[in-house]
């Protein structure tokens, strides 16, 4: 392929929501999921996140364990896969925990919508900034230019636009869903695919390859995406 392999990975409620109503960032994932996200992420080469959970949620995106960093140094890797954000206007804080947090590669892809001034500042901060001339970055030239810098194996951590419009492109191979026993409700909580949506003639067509009941009462889902 000429894109990473690629899967999004994502924590929700017993009704289908990935944040609440006020979209902070509320917590979902029970201990042994944040341990097994852990893990994911360490077999990772790069981590993608969408624009409004980068500059919303400015998130770490960084392996937690340190035995899990000791042994990506072991195998050659850097302590932490890539960081990849993705957004129209990137209005990103230089001190966030996006940039900051580390030691990590960081690349952001972006529009010319952002100011030159804004540009210079992230390059300056040892940011690596893909801009595309367009009014929305190009998810296929993305993916394309992820697999020359050497992210062969591609993390995706929403938020739910993100993920919609990477499944509608067909540009991913796995679904990972974990979802715990709570309800959030909310008509305009985010899900785990928002975006413009489908139509039935065009829904993406999955697979279920496996499925685990945990003892914490929480369900892990993991399905094979047909590109179409």
Same mark, same amino acid.
């Given at each position: 392929?000429?894109?990473?392999? !690629?899967?999004?990975? +994502? ?25 097994? +996200? ?24 960084? %392996?937690?364990?340190?035995? #899990? ?12 896969? %890539?960081?990849? $954000? %993705? ?6 804080? #230089? ?18 919508? !952002? ?13 690596? +900034? ?14 394309? !230019? #992820?697999?020359?810098?050497? +992210? ?13 419009? &990477?499944?509608?492109? $067909?540009? %991913? ?22 975006? !413009?949506?489908? &139509? ?29």
């Amino acid at each position: 392929m000429n894109r990473p392999y !690629t899967f999004i990975n +994502v924590a929700m409620t017993a009704d289908g929501k990935i944040d609440t109503f006020e979209r902070k960032g509320s917590a979902i994932s029970s201990k042994r999921d944040k341990s097994r +996200v852990d893990e994911l992420r360490a077999a990772a080469d790069g981590i993608l996140v969408g624009g409004r959970t980068l500059l919303d949620e400015t998130p770490k995106l960084t %392996v937690k364990s340190e035995a #899990l960093r000791e042994d990506r140094v072991r195998r050659g890797l850097s302590p932490n896969p %890539v960081k990849v $954000g %993705v957004v129209t206007i990137a209005d990103i804080p #230089l001190e966030s925990d996006f940039i900051k947090a580390g030691p990590a590669r960081v690349v952001i892809f972006t529009t010319n919508q !952002t100011s030159k001034d804004k540009l210079a500042e992230l390059t300056a901060s040892g940011v690596e +900034v893909f801009v595309h001339d367009a009014p929305r970055v190009d998810l296929n030239s993305m993916m394309q !230019t #992820l697999k020359k810098i050497g +992210v062969d194996h591609l993390m995706v951590e929403g938020g739910g636009t993100m993920n919609f419009e &990477l499944m509608r492109l $067909g540009l %991913v191979d796995e679904l990972m869903l974990f979802v715990a026993p709570m309800i959030f409700g909310g008509a305009n909580a985010p899900t785990p695919a928002d975006g !413009t949506g489908l &139509l039935r003639d065009a829904a993406v067509e999955m697979k279920l390859m496996d499925v685990e009941k945990w003892e914490d009462g929480g369900v892990l889902l993991r399905y094979k995406i047909f590109s179409s």
